[in-house]
């Protein structure tokens, strides 16, 4: 098996030194490059073959929400974690609707932040405990699709829901259901759609409010 293969960004080097130090303590990955702020880490997320990015919010030059959107919006799919000392409401609806895939706090305790590291190079929605009430936030207050959308969904598309509800990354539905990452996209726009929510995320947290699984 490879080893997961992984970018930091983070504008302070004692800290990239530190979550490098605790990343290799795991066999199974390995930090493939390093990045200051959130320009460089659009350019090299482009040149490198990487399996999960953890990034900064704050930081000069471009912040990691800026950053965050323009990799999904030049079609980096590679799963983005935010890693960062800001625990605001604002930031962390921002970050999951830009499509991160996963929110830490810095200050978690070092094992609990490499538990919560590889379970997002699995390809799981990863959250710190304390904020996940401003998820399941995010799909209330009338934004939530009505509880008989699901009528309107195919049976490809309910798979994926059931699938996203599972925390599952576009290359592990694909490889589930024996079909390309790109259909995984194409299935992934259009129940959005019907469900009139935002991102995966809001997805998965709704269709497991609504028991599917």
Same mark, same amino acid.
Request: net charge negative; aromatic share 2%; charged share 25%.
């Given at each position: 098996?490879?080893?997961?293969?992984?970018?930091?960004?983070?504008?302070?080097?004692?800290?990239?030194?530190?979550?490098?130090? @605790?990343?290799?303590?795991?066999?199974?990955?390995?930090?493939?490059?390093?990045?200051? !702020?959130?320009?460089?880490?659009?350019?090299?997320?482009?040149?490198?073959?990487?399996?999960?990015? @953890?990034?900064?919010? !704050?930081?000069?030059?471009?912040?990691? @929400?800026?950053?965050?959107?323009?990799?999904?919006?030049?079609?980096?799919?590679?799963?983005?974690?935010?890693?960062?000392?800001?625990? =605001?409401?604002?930031?962390?609806?921002?970050?999951?609707?830009?499509?991160?895939?996963?929110?830490?706090?810095?200050?978690?305790?070092?094992?609990?932040?490499?538990?919560?590291?590889?379970?997002?190079?699995?390809?799981?929605?990863?959250?710190?405990?304390?904020?996940? =009430?401003?998820?399941?936030?995010?799909?209330?207050?009338?934004?939530?699709?009505?509880?008989?959308?699901?009528?309107?969904?195919?049976?490809?598309?309910?798979?994926?829901?059931?699938?996203?509800?599972?925390?599952?990354?576009?290359?592990?539905?694909?490889?589930?259901?024996?079909?390309?990452?790109?259909?995984?996209?194409?299935?992934?726009? !259009?129940?959005?759609?019907?469900?009139?929510?935002?991102?995966?995320?809001?997805?998965?947290?709704?269709?497991? !409010?609504?028991?599917?699984?």
């Amino acid at each position: 098996m490879s080893q997961t293969r992984i970018l930091i960004v983070d504008d302070h080097p004692l800290f990239r030194r530190g979550v490098r130090q @605790l990343v290799e303590m795991d066999p199974d990955m390995v930090i493939a490059g390093e990045a200051s !702020n959130g320009a460089e880490a659009v350019d090299v997320a482009g040149s490198l073959d990487l399996d999960l990015i @953890l990034m900064d919010l !704050n930081m000069a030059k471009m912040d990691g @929400l800026e950053a965050l959107r323009q990799m999904r919006s030049n079609g980096i799919d590679t799963r983005i974690v935010m890693l960062t000392v800001s625990d =605001a409401d604002d930031d962390v609806v921002a970050a999951l609707r830009a499509g991160a895939d996963g929110y830490l706090l810095k200050d978690m305790e070092p094992e609990d932040l490499l538990a919560r590291i590889k379970e997002a190079a699995e390809g799981k929605l990863v959250i710190s405990p304390q904020l996940a =009430a401003i998820l399941a936030g995010i799909v209330s207050g009338g934004r939530a699709a009505p509880a008989d959308a699901l009528s309107a969904l195919t049976s490809r598309e309910l798979d994926i829901l059931r699938a996203l509800a599972r925390g599952m990354s576009n290359k592990m539905i694909a490889r589930r259901l024996d079909i390309t990452e790109g259909t995984v996209k194409v299935h992934v726009k !259009n129940l959005l759609k019907k469900l009139g929510l935002r991102s995966r995320v809001e997805a998965a947290v709704w269709a497991v !409010n609504q028991g599917v699984s």
